[in-house]
């Protein structure tokens, strides 16, 4: 019973999360015919855009100019933030169409330590509402809030005026079902727990083009690299969502008080395909799943049972574009892409950012393409500050 409800839980989050229609692919169905297959995970939570400002941009953000939440995106970015020491708070009402208590909330703050070195923190705290427990016969048994959390902490660091590197370290827990009362007793499940890393690389160069100012900025960012976790204590054990995220931005300053920034990301989950089997679950095409974490991730770069054609669309685009006036208020817009054979996901993607003295107030809003589509409508709101007192004492 417990495994039937630690499935449940699991499935709950990954069909919502990832928006997949999954199913089953036999030998009924040909290789590359765009069947869905899509890619699941443990603890999705995590490739969940917690910030405003990446959320209106349709979710980019590995080489965006530099702010509180930059550790989420790409750790390197921090070292090149031009305050002191801020933080922030997210707020995102998730899948608030379907269910009215769920929601991801995000805590961030940064402190420069030296004057090429910025140290880091965040909490991402996921919501998942309350679920009520069933007998085999449908009676009801209590009442159980599952939660997820991952508390993070980054240092990054400039190894010249345009180049720098980061690394983030995390804590992750998940407890999707706790402990069910039955009539045969107290079946207890387990919480996940595992730590994870991040690694980043941020460049970023000015530019003078025809007499105005520009700047060039590419960054690469390897997410959540750990250990596979488990939530029962048999040899059940599931990958976490690690991803390669690969950007550029280009920022264009049409005035002294206006200008445009574009950016493009391009994500890959570094987590192995499910193959195709026959009906007996023998593979036909695409490779056993490796078990290992270093194997499986280098693996997902040629595990697709589609062969390149799929590896190909199991890569997503974002693209963002924000507009400045003054630096004291910002219309952004963006749009997000994913095949239809890993889970469809397709929206546009709005909002605006005010700026007042220390105090920045960010909004976004998502429209998705497709009717009766579970992300439709989320909204995202952060709050921060940043301050340059510190700046005067970081240390030469």
Not at 268 to 294: A, C
Request: positive net charge.
């Amino acid at each position: 019973m417990l495994k039937k409800l630690f499935l449940s839980a699991t499935s709950f989050c990954f069909v919502f999360v990832y928006h997949t229609k999954a199913q089953t692919i036999t030998n009924s169905q040909l290789v590359g015919n765009d069947s869905p297959n899509p890619i699941t995970t443990a603890v999705p939570f995590l490739n969940i855009t917690p910030d405003a400002r990446g959320g209106a941009m349709g979710d980019v953000g590995a080489a965006t100019t530099p702010d509180v939440n930059a550790s989420y995106w790409n750790s390197a970015k921090l070292a090149f933030i031009d305050k002191g020491y801020g933080a922030a708070v997210s707020y995102n009402p998730w899948l608030r169409n379907l269910v009215p208590d769920m929601a991801l909330s995000y805590l961030s703050g940064y402190m420069k330590i030296r004057k090429e070195e910025v140290i880091g923190v965040s909490l991402t705290y996921f919501d998942l509402g309350a679920i009520q427990f069933t007998d085999a016969q449908g009676k009801d048994l209590q009442k159980f809030s599952p939660n997820e959390f991952a508390l993070a902490g980054t240092y990054s660091r400039k190894l010249s005026q345009s180049m720098g590197v980061g690394v983030t370290l995390k804590y992750i827990y998940s407890s999707l079902a706790g402990s069910i009362s039955t009539s045969s007793g107290t079946e207890p499940a387990n919480a996940a727990k595992t730590v994870a890393a991040d690694i980043g690389y941020f460049y970023t160069k000015p530019l003078s083009l025809k007499g105005t100012k520009n700047n060039f900025a590419f960054g690469a960012n390897v997410s959540n690299v750990g250990a596979k976790i488990s939530y029962s204590n048999d040899n059940q054990r599931d990958f976490i969502p690690t991803n390669l995220r690969v950007g550029s931005s280009f920022t264009h300053e049409l005035d002294p008080y206006n200008k445009v920034i574009l950016s493009v990301d391009l994500n890959k989950l570094m987590v192995p395909t499910p193959p195709v089997r026959d009906d007996l679950g023998k593979i036909i095409s695409g490779k056993e799943p490796s078990d290992g974490m270093l194997s499986g991730m280098f693996g997902s770069f040629s595990d697709a049972p589609g062969g390149f054609s799929e590896e190909m669309k199991e890569i997503t685009i974002s693209s963002g574009l924000e507009y400045w006036y003054n630096s004291l208020f910002a219309i952004r817009a963006g749009y997000f892409n994913e095949s239809k054979m890993k889970g469809n996901r397709k929206y546009m993607t709005i909002g605006f950012g005010l700026k007042y003295q220390v105090f920045t107030l960010d909004v976004a809003y998502l429209q998705a393409f497709q009717q009766n589509n579970p992300l439709a409508e989320t909204l995202r709101f952060s709050l921060s500050f940043n301050f340059d007192k510190a700046t005067a004492s970081v240390k030469e």
